[in-house]
Nanobody
Framework: QVQLLESGGGSVQAGGSLRLSCAAS????????MGWFRQAPGKEREGVAS???????RYVDSVKGRFTISKNNAGNTLYLQMNSLKPEDSALYYC????????????????????WGQGTQVTVSS
């Protein structure tokens, strides 16, 4: 099992920045792909970014150039640096991990992830 705990959410004005963190524990040595997702009220959960064990990164178009996903060398902490935030970025942000996807299969798609955190709220005001 892998446990995930997000932190760093909060309220900011449009144009501001936040940095989310996700601490992973448990059988983290077996994790091959991690990602950030978000879900706004009344909407489906959507992918934001993913990073695989070798550091290959993918972003969804809506956050390219504004968000940066990264992880520490040990691979047990995931980050999401969010700059130039917009009101439409407001959502509950989740960290996720999987042991069954890597390389080109490590995509910010909710269906490939098996372990999820509880989420951290990000609110961007105009």
């Amino acid at each position: 099992q892998v446990q995930l705990l997000e932190s760093g959410g909060g309220s900011v004005q449009a144009g501001g920045s936040l940095r989310l963190s996700c601490a992973a524990s448990g059988y983290t040595y077996s994790v091959t792909c991690m990602g950030w997702f978000r879900q706004a009220p009344g909407k489906e959960r959507e992918g934001v970014a993913s990073i695989d064990i070798d550091g290959d990164i993918r972003y969804v178009d809506s956050v390219k150039g504004r968000f940066t996903i990264s992880k520490n060398n040990a691979g047990n902490t995931l980050y999401l640096q969010m700059n130039s935030l917009k009101p439409e970025d407001s959502a509950l942000y989740y960290c996720a991990a999987t042991r069954s996807a890597a390389g080109s299969w490590c995509l910010p798609s909710p269906r490939i992830f098996h372990y999820w955190g509880q989420g951290t709220q990000v609110t961007v005001s105009s």
